[in-house]
């Protein structure tokens, strides 16, 4: 008598095909937890299980590199420890400690979620699924590897490393994006299949951060190499094909550098712009938005800058202020004071290089003024170095 078929990953599968898939997910699972805890790094947000830092590190890695996140993680942890911690905390202060990690709508987000947690789950991040997706910020992702490396369930991951992975284990061609549905489905059996979900799923990432990376992947190296279809059929650097990228957009910005006694005036974004709630240095474009009126003067520095597909030449004019501006979205703000401010990245770099013309000293730029990687005094000169003679500090314009 033929066995009945019953409905499982990619369609119907009979019970006999379904035992084998869970033997063969068995093993790739268990040859990933094996692999993940002899080669894994040592990094910051792996040595706890707390729901709020893996959260935290989770919302941090979305489109970020594990290098640039690494000192904003032990920062805002330092600033905010738990949940209560930060959503008591004003919205600019955690735009402020999030200042040149980008993408801030996840610090928003995180801030507005925190005040969630508090007032529905007592301080304490929900473990079921529909409760996590339900705040701000927290898509089937997230959730997975807050519930999985938190919590131990058996919730599958999938993201732009997974994807990679398991494209190239089953041999599936094609850009990822139109495989999603059969990707999740491979994710979700290994995931059931682990040991350790919490460890399957981070190995299944390293996997695809160390070994199975977009470009020369290191098959000879990689705990799946004699189960890969991709690696079998010697299509590892053709599968999955790459994205469609967005064109380029090259746009020219002009910035005013308008310094007062060491200060320089900076603009909040408003409501409905971009990086809302940012400071910034005033665009010479900007016309007289609340009365400020400009004069640009001397070129002081030109730079490039990329926000996502769009590539800007930033050019930054001294000004003199011809009119004062009303309201509060104008501020002096002295260097140090800068790190008090939600700034982007693009501050940072610029007062880099206004610094670095002055002086002659390049600054170690590798976060933000005011806090470790760029450390200047109140008048703008990298910390331990004298302004060499001439230097110009505090003048007025
Ligand atoms: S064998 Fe190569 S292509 Fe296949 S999963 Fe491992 S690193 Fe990736």
């Not at 094996?34 to 709020?52: E, M, T």
């Not at 996140?69 to 930060?86: D, M, T």
Request: charged fraction near 25%; include cysteine; glycine fraction near 10%.
């Amino acid at each position: 008598m033929r066995s009945a078929a019953v409905p499982t990953r990619a369609g119907l599968m009979r019970p006999q095909q379904e035992r084998s898939a869970a033997t063969g997910a068995r093993r790739i699972a268990k040859s990933l937890e094996g692999w993940y805890r002899r080669a894994k790094r040592d990094l910051p947000w792996r040595r706890s299980r707390d729901p709020y830092r893996v959260w935290i590190s989770e919302i941090m890695l979305q489109q970020t590199t594990v290098r640039a996140v690494i000192p904003y993680y032990g920062r805002f942890l330092g600033a905010f420890p738990n949940v209560r911690a930060l959503a008591r905390a004003a919205l600019p202060r955690v735009l402020a400690a999030w200042s040149g990690l980008g993408y801030y709508r996840r610090a928003r987000h995180l801030h507005a979620a925190a005040r969630r947690v508090v007032r529905m789950y007592g301080g304490h991040l929900p473990r079921e699924d529909a409760a996590l997706r339900d705040l701000p910020g927290i898509g089937r992702y997230t959730a997975g590897a807050i519930r999985s490396i938190a919590f131990g369930a058996p919730a599958p991951i999938l993201d732009g490393n997974v994807a990679r992975v398991l494209a190239r284990l089953h041999g599936l061609r094609g850009p990822t994006a139109s495989h999603q549905r059969r990707l999740w489905d491979e994710t979700a059996l290994l995931v059931a299949a682990a040991a350790s979900p919490g460890d399957l799923n981070q190995a299944l990432m390293e996997l695809g951060a160390l070994l199975c990376t977009p470009e020369r992947p290191a098959c000879g190296a990689c705990p799946l190499r004699r189960r890969c279809a991709a690696r079998a059929a010697g299509a590892q650097e053709i599968i999955p094909a790459p994205r469609r990228r967005r064109a380029p957009v090259e746009v020219t910005q002009a910035l005013a550098l308008v310094e007062r006694r060491g200060r320089y005036l900076m603009h909040r974004r408003d409501g409905a712009a971009l990086m809302e709630g940012l400071w910034e240095f005033p665009g010479l474009g900007d016309g007289s938005v609340d009365g400020l009126r400009l004069r640009p003067l001397e070129l002081v520095a030109k730079l490039r800058h990329s926000i996502t597909y769009r590539h800007i030449t930033v050019e930054v004019r001294r000004a003199r202020l011809l009119a004062e501006p009303s309201g509060g979205a104008y501020r002096w703000v002295a260097p140090d004071g800068l790190a008090r401010l939600p700034v982007s990245s693009l501050v940072t770099k610029v007062l880099g290089r206004v610094i670095m013309s002055r002086t002659g000293v390049p600054v170690r730029q590798t976060t933000r003024p005011g806090v470790p990687g760029l450390r200047m005094t109140r008048t703008g000169v990298p910390v331990g170095r004298k302004p060499r003679p001439g230097h110009r500090v505090g003048h007025g314009v």
